[in-house]
């Protein structure tokens, strides 16, 4: 923005409009540059080598296009009120509402089922599911300051646990649902367990790599995991012992309800056992926060050298929150495996971890109502563009630049006191610390 | 003084980093009840012995032996870092103050106490379900941090940001966290840094309870008028050496120390003010 | 011995291109301390656009192979490193100095935003070359193994290391050089001393997006087939190899890149291929364990 400060102000400069123009102009060429070669030109495999085509048309709207918009957006940018942009605002204005527009979240999600279609509560349990995810992963990321890359290693943990555990023993989901997130949180810590001195970046890379390797390996271990094609006929959860299906059972609850089977009693039963694991699991973090082991976890944020001048563990309270992050990971995939009926190595791959750890940043480190927007915002949204498949992606990412650049501290950004003598003071997010681990 | 084994006794500290000898054969007591100042010209080496007392760097050789008032001895050099303030019960401030700038003060206070609050991982972990006795222990933390705010009259800010405070206040609530750990050696770099002359004579004030209340003291300190004033007994280290030991007019008198503040006249622009001091 | 040997070639010849990739990561990295996501994706983008170079050179007519790749270096390269400059003015620039996670999601972003905009430009399908520089000689022949060496990878060594070597030219020797290093030490400094930052930062990109297309152009040529997604596999070696290296540090990326080509061929060679990501990985891990700042990093001193 300090480019154009003529643009406030105004005086001994061009007109505004030749500046626009002449700023819209530039930003034509260089689309134009971008664009001549991937968009203007088509390639085509053919028998032997390539084909081309041109698509000059194409080209020129693009660049056109790219100038409409550079000239809209500085015109915009001239012509805002002064004082806070627009985006804060309407952040702080989610802040003060904070606990309004939580119970009314609450209350919308606790009765979506009774107003929402199919298509809806499924899209809801996908929702749900990354809202859970986030959650886990604030844990690790918003609360301890730890970057992890490769959270998805956990959600595949549980995922693969429930589906081998059901299919080879027979066990039942509300049995397994507890193993899996064990399973998760002991992968956790022994990851953790090396990789946790390792500071910033390093520590990055590592938990990616440790993603990939977990993929990688669910892919060629065949024998144990299925390979690529994964695990099927992954048994539907029950409800104190009832199944749901259509077979008309004593043991189904359609026929120990006496009412007609519908797929739609499952789909609900499914997003009621996503929602309450997500409650669990905002339940379970919100406690910790207010307990010594959570303020630790953000004591080691802000200050790592302090936390061990003053007698804490640091390896330890890393790994707890390491380990529970994984653990909530870890019932999460089991609800996965349950929900699919299927799992396989595609469902974990790095843009999943990348998926939930931007729902984290954008919802702001360590708010949980902003974890639950985010996740609303960006699922929900990228399901508007379902029906345009190709740019659903690219469409995307476009939304996590603007949205980071325009909220680089996320939706919900301040942080709460976990304790105090008098009332609670909300603190400003630019004294709060990302961590550097 | 008395017949009992030093609080802390330094035998033969050496540190080196590459080839340079930060400090070189030093060997020193600070006794239990007292004030133990270490001076010297900027570089002399001060901030690594703490950092070597404190956990943050392992001697290349040498001794650091804490006697516990139970009579327990340690050995410094060998404990994991954060044995060194959970277990041997040392604690410190840092020179460029380290407050948990996001969280608030009382916070900063509670997370000092945080082995008193939660002893093992999976009592801190049990408190989740409200399993535990954590409940009473929050109680006494928060009579425990309530009790030093009162101490650094920060009890009116104590919902406020550590971030927030102006610079003194951080300075003396660095302190306080330190306290809140119960130790029986407090290790101060530098706690009179950047701190006017009246908030300077608060700082004395607060030290010299704080060595009243039994906790013994080891402090890093420029400002003379402070360690002239409140210390029982002053080391004087120089290019890593200690070059002179004893009651605060022994040193005040001793030709060495003259000469390493004066003498040399590559010493630095805080020489002159020490000298004067010391004059 | 022989099937060592070539595993050996194979491998350096795979580590050259890991380690011009990884020049770009590390060198933004130790300037503005973000890891650049996005930029196996300007790698992918390289290679396409020298796709793009040749068939268009060749529906023109210019039959000479080295002709035909010198100009298509040169367009490619530029064309990248606007596409380096670019992602950085948009994505990174107005996060300058803000929270550490922010820049971060943000190259992710821009990552996704350039493997979709090729996948829906170009298409999903596999893209592939006929090879333009066949041949070889043989090294040495026993028990009748013969190990090759190919003309391909002669080029693609000389070429890494020509490129390499004026790399170092202009970080030790010239001015903009001299304001990189400048700004790697303390960028508020550099800023109080004059350095215009912004641009620096901005060139910084356009070198390793150059730097990328050249290994792009290299990957492409070797292994005659692309598609949109080459960009996060490479990336994620490429990244893996810099932090192996010891992150900022410039011969340590390129040493990166040689290890972990190697342990990736010779892996190959002697265990299991589907497994080399795994050793790969696990390799970075250990020397993590061991060395926390890397093979040539340097030592993250704590200061108290």
């Known amino acids: 923005m300090s480019k154009y400060p003529a643009a406030l102000g105004g005086k001994s400069q061009p007109p505004a409009l030749v500046r626009v123009v002449r700023d819209a102009g530039l930003s034509a060429i260089v689309a134009f540059g971008l664009f001549a070669s991937m968009i203007g030109l088509r390639l085509f495999p053919t028998g032997n080598g390539m084909k081309l085509h041109y698509r000059w048309l194409m080209l020129a709207a693009v660049v056109v296009a790219v100038f409409a918009g550079r000239v809209i957006m500085l015109t915009w940018r001239a012509n805002r009120p002064a004082g806070t942009p627009q985006p804060r605002r309407i952040a702080e204005a989610i802040n003060h509402a904070g606990k309004y527009v939580g119970a009314v979240f609450l209350i919308a999600a606790a009765t979506l089922p009774l107003y929402g279609g199919r298509y809806f509560i499924d899209t809801g349990i996908l929702v749900m599911t990354y809202v859970m995810l986030g959650w886990g992963l604030t844990i690790v990321v918003g609360l301890a300051g730890l970057l992890d890359l490769g959270y998805v290693a956990f959600y595949a943990v549980g995922a693969y646990s429930y589906a081998l555990l059901s299919t080879t023993y027979h066990l039942g989901f509300w049995t397994t649902l507890p193993i899996a997130g064990l399973l998760a949180a002991v992968w956790g810590i022994l990851l953790g367990f090396p990789v946790l001195r390792l500071r910033g970046d390093y520590l990055a890379i590592v938990t990616l790599a440790f993603g990939e390797i977990i993929r990688v390996v669910l892919i060629n271990w065949t024998s144990f995991t299925g390979g690529p094609n994964g695990i099927t006929d992954i048994p539907r959860p029950t409800l104190f012992g009832l199944k749901f299906n259509g077979s008309g059972d004593p043991d189904t609850f359609a026929a120990f309800f006496g009412i007609d089977y519908s797929l739609t009693q499952r789909v609900v039963f499914l997003y009621y056992v996503i929602f309450g694991l997500a409650l669990l699991t905002n339940w379970v973090s919100l406690r910790l926060r207010r307990l010594p082991l959570g303020r630790a976890w953000e004591a080691l944020r802000e200050d790592e050298i302090a936390c061990r001048a003053l007698g804490i563990n640091v390896t330890v309270t890393k790994l707890t929150a390491f380990a529970i992050g994984a653990m909530f990971g870890g019932f999460a995939g089991a609800f996965f495996a349950t929900r699919q009926a299927f799992v396989s190595p595609e469902s974990f791959n790095f843009g999943e971890s990348a998926l939930v750890l931007a729902i984290v940043v954008l919802g702001g480190l360590g708010s949980q109502l902003g974890v639950a927007l985010a996740a609303v915002v960006m699922i929900g949204g990228s399901e508007l563009f379902r029906d345009f498949a190709e740019y659903r992606m690219l469409v995307f990412g476009v939304g996590l630049v603007v949205m980071m650049v325009l909220r680089p501290r996320g939706l919900v950004s301040g942080r709460t006191p976990s304790i105090a003598l008098g009332a609670r003071k909300e603190i400003a997010a630019e004294l709060v610390a990302q961590g550097r681990g | 003084m008395s017949t009992q084994a030093p609080l802390l006794a330094v035998a033969n500290l050496t540190m080196r980093f590459g080839g340079l000898t930060a400090v070189s054969a030093l060997s020193f007591q600070a006794r239990s009840g007292e004030i133990t100042a270490v001076i010297g010209p900027n570089g002399a080496g001060k901030t690594t012995v703490f950092n070597c007392i404190t956990g943050f760097y392992r001697p290349t050789s040498g001794g650091l032996t804490l006697t516990r008032p139970d009579g327990v001895q340690l050995a410094l050099q060998s404990l994991p870092g954060h044995r060194i303030a959970r277990t041997a019960k040392v604690a410190r401030t840092f020179q460029n103050i380290r407050l948990f700038a996001g969280m608030t003060v009382l916070e900063n206070l509670m997370v000092a106490q945080h082995n008193m609050m939660m002893p093992t991982v999976i009592g801190g972990l049990l408190a989740v379900f409200g399993l535990g006795s954590y409940r009473s222990k929050q109680r006494v933390a928060i009579d425990r941090a309530r009790h030093w705010l009162n101490e650094i009259g920060l009890l009116n800010r104590a919902d406020d940001p550590a971030g927030a405070l102006p610079y003194g206040a951080q300075r003396r609530l660095e302190i306080a966290r330190a306290m809140c750990t119960g130790p029986v050696l407090l290790c101060l770099d530098e706690p009179a840094a950047g701190l006017n002359p009246r908030e300077s004579d608060e700082l004395s004030d607060l030290l010299m309870r704080i060595r009243g209340d039994g906790c013994s003291l080891l402090l890093i300190e420029h400002d003379m008028g402070v360690v002239m004033r409140i210390s029982d007994h002053v080391v004087v280290l120089d290019h890593g050496k200690k070059i002179s030991d004893g009651t605060p007019t022994e040193v005040r008198n001793d030709p060495k120390v003259i000469a390493a503040y004066l003498g040399e006249g590559d010493e630095d622009e805080e020489t002159p003010a020490g000298a004067e001091a010391a004059a | ?304």
């Open chain 3, 1 to 304: 011995m022989a099937y060592a040997l070539q595993q050996i070639i194979n491998g350096v010849t795979l580590g050259m291109i890991y380690g011009l990739i990884a020049v770009g990561y590390t060198m933004v990295y130790g300037i503005i301390g973000m890891i650049n996501f996005a930029h196996g994706d300007i790698f992918m983008i390289g290679a396409f656009l020298s796709l793009m170079g040749l068939t268009v050179l060749s529906a023109l007519g210019i039959t000479s192979v080295p002709l035909a790749l010198a100009i298509t270096l040169i367009l490619a390269c530029g064309i990248a490193a606007l596409y380096g400059w670019t992602v950085e003015r948009i994505a990174y620039r107005p996060l300058r100095g803000s929270f550490r996670l922010a820049p971060l999601i943000s190259a992710i972003g821009m990552s996704i935003v350039l493997q979709n905009f090729v996948q829906v430009s170009q298409g999903a399908r596999d893209l592939n070359l006929m090879p333009l520089i066949p041949g070889g000689f043989k090294v040495m022949e026993q028990d009748g193994f013969v190990v090759q060496l190919s003309w391909m990878q002669v080029m693609i060594s000389v070429t890494t290391l020509v490129m390499l070597a004026i790399f170092t030219w202009l970080v030790t020797k010239t001015s903009l050089g001299r304001s990189m290093r400048a700004c790697e030490q303390d960028i508020k400094m550099a800023t109080l001393l004059g350095i215009d930052t912004d641009r620096t930062i901005s060139l910084t990109f356009v070198i390793g997006a150059a730097l990328a297309t050249v290994a792009g152009m290299m990957f492409l040529l070797y292994y005659g087939s692309i598609n949109f997604y080459i960009g996060f596999s490479a990336g994620v070696k490429a990244f893996t190899a810099a932090v192996l290296g010891g992150i900022g540090s410039l011969p340590g990326a390129v040493l990166g890149g040689l290890a972990i080509g190697l342990i990736e061929s010779l892996w190959s060679g002697y265990a299991s291929v589907p497994y080399k990501d795994v050793a790969a990985f696990s390799v970075l891990a250990i020397v993590l364990i061991f060395m926390p700042s890397g093979l040539l990093g340097r030592a993250d001193i704590e200061k108290v």
